[in-house]
């Protein structure tokens, strides 16, 4: 059974600095992994996508890595905004079908 | 111009009744999707279902049950309402069931009493 695990759960830094997020898998057989954002009392909205066969996916300030044989990605966040402060959560798809596993999510602030 | 939209945005209603969430998405895709988030915000995966296959995790008890009168609507419904099954349901849509990007709607947020 796919487990998704994310560190921190939440992370409160100031506006400006580079961050990193954390995201790891228990079973490597994935087809993808996505990067999601969700504001409080909304949906979710994709951020990146990485295909199982890609190392990474960039967009604007946004970098997502993948190292699929050790079930670890990370999503880097260039000079943070106070715009950027949300929950952030990754998601893997699995082999067959397109059901995603999600994990709990971070929980960004980013102070002004 | 809502990409995917849920009806209602706030259920509320008491242990016992049977109701129902429509979602609907304007993309043209062949797949939607139900996910439940629980108080803890964990989001888990109800169903997938195209025009050719329903996929149904096996977890989710079988008075849920998703009805789609057409591609663009897959909506969910659910009898006789448990106090657990308060939480926030997402609809999504991808352009077909491979490993795709999917498009969330807003939620329904449903409270049983």
Redesign the interface.
Known sequence: KQEVTQIPAALSVPEGENLVLNCSFTDSAI??L?W?RQDP??????LL?I?SSQREQTSGRLNASLDKSSGRSTLYIAASQPGDSA?Y?C?V?PRA??????G??TRLMVKP | DTAVSQTPKYLVTQMGNDKSIKCEQNLGHDTMYWYKQDSKKFLKIMFSYNNKELIINETVPNRFSPKSPDKAHLNLHINSLELGDSAVYFCASSRSGGAETQYFGPGTRLLVL
């Not at chain 1, 079908?97 to 999600?102: D, E, V």
Request: zero cysteines; proline letters at 0%; charged letters at 5%.
């Open positions: 087809y993808n996505q999601f009392g909304k949906g979710l909205t994709s996508l295909q929950t959560l998601a798809s079908g397109n059901m995603l596993t999600f709990g999510g």
